[in-house]
């Protein structure tokens, strides 16, 4: 018998599928979407925090809790804590998926320029408008 999947939002390196297949990750059945009311932020990591005039991008995938600890429980990501978002699909409807984020938001004058540059062309190739790129701040 199979683990149950998971739907996940991602928001942002792991929307990359061929990242996730590299960790030994088999996300399934990826949708794009958007969280109203949440904001990415960029500093020695990404996460969202709340906005109500925003808007924040990402992939919705179906993964298993044990795929989900795998990546959560890598050197640097400990800190990430699992919340429920509605995601707004782009193909229409809306789903609740589990995002993770950091308990804080990144201080105004951290920077990840190379993180950013890096987001921006995950968002380029699934094809994201480009309200969606303007988002992406951190440099």
């Known amino acids: 018998m199979s683990e149950r999947q998971i739907d ?3 928001y942002g390196l792991f929307m990359d599928q061929t990242l996730l297949k590299s960790l030994g990750i088999k996300p ?4 794009a979407g958007s969280v109203p009311g949440h904001a990415l932020r960029i500093g020695r990591r990404a996460t969202l925090v709340a906005d109500p005039q925003a808007r924040a991008y ?3 995938m ?3 809790q044990d795929e989900l600890r795998q990546l959560y429980g890598a050197p640097g990501l400990l800190d990430y804590q699992p919340e429920i978002v509605s995601v707004e699909l782009t193909d229409g409807g809306t789903v609740a998926a589990l995002c993770y984020t950091l ?3 990144p201080a105004p004058e ?3 320029p190379d993180y950013a540059r890096r987001l921006r062309e ?3 190739q699934l094809g994201f408008p480009t309200e969606a790129l ?3 701040c951190g440099d």
């Open 62 to 64: 179906a993964l298993t």
């Open 8 to 10: 996940a939002f991602f």
């Open 103 to 105: 308990p804080q938001a």
């Open 134 to 136: 303007e988002t992406i």
């Open 58 to 60: 990402g992939m919705v």
């Open 28 to 31: 399934q059945h990826p949708r």
């Open 110 to 112: 951290e920077a990840n």
């Open 122 to 124: 995950v968002f380029r």
